[in-house]
Nanobody, 111 residues
């Protein structure tokens, strides 16, 4: 059952930027660390960045310095700002909080 709603995916050239958003129900937002995952074509889903309930953040090495996770406590939104995108960033990106997932958004980066 989809409980989170992502938006903002699309097609971009290498070096470009995209911003992803995730709308989160209040109970999930307040009680869980929020995590962005991605699943490249033919590959497994893996975490990319997280932000915990205290606002502390963490990133995988392959996105450090290029991706920024943030959240808006008033709007109950989680964001993923992505700059300097590379073709290997092409994937379906998912928002996660606890056992709740979004439907995923496609991000495609052309060479």
């Amino acid at each position: 059952q989809v409980q989170l709603v992502e938006s903002g995916g699309g097609l971009v050239q290498a070096g470009g930027s995209l911003n992803l958003s995730c709308a989160v129900p209040e109970n999930i937002f307040n009680e869980n660390n929020m995590i962005w995952y991605r699943q490249p074509p033919g590959d497994v889903r893996d975490w990319v960045a997280f932000i915990n309930t205290n606002g502390n953040r963490g990133y995988r090495d392959f996105v450090k310095g290029r991706f920024t996770i943030s959240k808006d406590n008033a709007k109950m939104m989680v964001y993923l700002q992505m700059i300097d995108l590379k073709p290997e960033d092409t994937a379906i990106y998912y928002c996660n909080g606890g056992e709740a997932w979004g439907q995923g958004v496609q991000v495609t980066v052309s060479p």
